[in-house]
């Protein structure tokens, strides 16, 4: 059986050798020595000046949400996974949806200043699929109109844009660490800011405002990664380079092998170092995906339609058609990509999908 993904689980010795320091401290969570060598080893790798780990990477968007006080309306993409729309509503604001751009998938930042109107106060967006935003222009854009920028950079491990970590850009940047994500610890997540001051809100709000044991820094919520996430992402982290590398040799065979004159594949944009994160193609029709999909599904190998429906869909939202998100939405199937995908599998999923085109 192949999925979509396929979780990387590190050598259990390694995982238990970590996992002992917990057992020898007597200290599972409350950001033990395990947690604080996570943040700092992440810290290093992704060249970031700093970041909070986090239980998962749902919590961080609202965090960052409340930190910056948000109200009214916030700009936002329709094609993402459903946290980046559920987290504004559930922080008490309204999801302004623009539509993104046909190759990048990405919010169509030209799009964006329509959309803009007394009440809007911030711009949420993802880099979808690990691919960046058009994080210059939407910078002008927050800036002339004084708007807060989020990034959902939850597909985002190691990807840099320009020379730095693409979680450098914006007011707060988030990620996540879940079982599918690229890096993983089991469930997580992190926050990456640059300026201090907000950053120190947000380390507060994510427990429960504390400041020490007896003060409290404004409110908060418990949003800390426990020492046992931690353990699995050191065990996981030093394969890092390796699993890139891996991953990257699947991204090659299906470039070698599928069929592009009736297929496309997600546009990285330029001055982007990607980190193979997902693997999306573009049908020419919903039937045609479904077509594949059978054929998939009948060798045993199921892959997801990433994302599905569009989010201007969700049932508790009453919002205006977002035509692209929607063509895409209905035509796009994240083929397998995983650490130990082989070169024989791989060509098996092109030649189904060549067939069906
Ligand atoms: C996975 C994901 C999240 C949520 O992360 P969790 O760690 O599962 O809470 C948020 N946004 C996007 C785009 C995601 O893919």
Not at 127 to 140: L, M, Q, R, Y
Not at 163 to 187: M, P, V
Not at 226 to 242: R, T
Not at 315 to 332: D, G, Q
Request: charged residues 20%; glycine residues 4%.
């Amino acid at each position: 059986m192949i999925h979509v993904t396929k979780t990387f689980l590190p050598p259990q010795e390694i995982y238990q050798s970590i996992l002992k320091r917990a057992w020898d401290n007597n200290w599972i969570t409350n950001r033990g020595e395990l947690v604080l060598e996570l943040e700092d080893k992440l810290k290093t790798y992704l060249k970031v000046p700093n970041m909070i780990a986090a239980t998962n990477g749902t919590l961080p968007l609202q965090i960052a949400i409340k930190a910056l006080n948000l109200t009214g309306e916030i700009i936002t993409t329709s094609f993402s996974y459903v946290a980046t729309t559920s987290s504004i509503v559930w922080e008490g604001c309204k999801p302004i949806f623009v539509d993104i751009h046909p190759e990048y998938l990405t919010i169509d930042e030209t799009k964006i200043e329509a959309a803009i109107t007394p009440k809007t106060s911030a711009i949420l967006a993802t880099h979808v699929f690990g691919n960046p935003c058009h994080v210059e222009a939407i910078e002008a854009i927050a800036r002339k109109h004084n708007l807060k920028v989020i990034y959902d950079a939850a597909h985002c491990f190691g990807v840099n844009y320009k020379g730095e970590s693409i979680f450098n850009y914006g007011d707060i940047s988030s990620c996540s660490f879940h079982a599918t994500k690229i890096f993983h610890t089991g469930e997580g997540g992190a926050l990456f800011c640059k300026q201090q001051d907000l950053y120190n809100t947000l380390f507060y709000h994510h427990n429960f405002g504390h400041k020490g044991h007896e003060d409290f820094q404004g409110l908060g919520i418990n949003a800390k990664m426990s020492e046992l996430q931690a353990a699995m992402g050191l065990a996981v982290f030093p394969f890092m380079p390796q699993i890139m590398e891996w991953r990257r040799r699947v991204v090659q065979v299906y470039e070698n092998e599928l069929n592009f004159t009736k297929l496309t594949f997600l546009k990285i944009r330029e001055h982007t170092v990607w980190n193979y994160s997902y693997y999306p193609i573009v049908f020419e029709s919903e039937h045609t995906l479904k077509k594949a999909m059978k054929r998939l599904q009948e060798n045993d190998i199921y892959p997801r339609r990433y994302f599905y429906p569009a989010l201007h869909n969700l049932p508790y939202l009453n919002t205006p058609e977002m035509p692209i998100s929607e063509l895409v939405a209905r035509r796009i199937l994240c083929l397998p990509l995983s650490h130990d995908l082989s070169d024989k599998d791989t060509k098996k999923i092109c030649k189904l999908v060549n067939a069906v085109l």
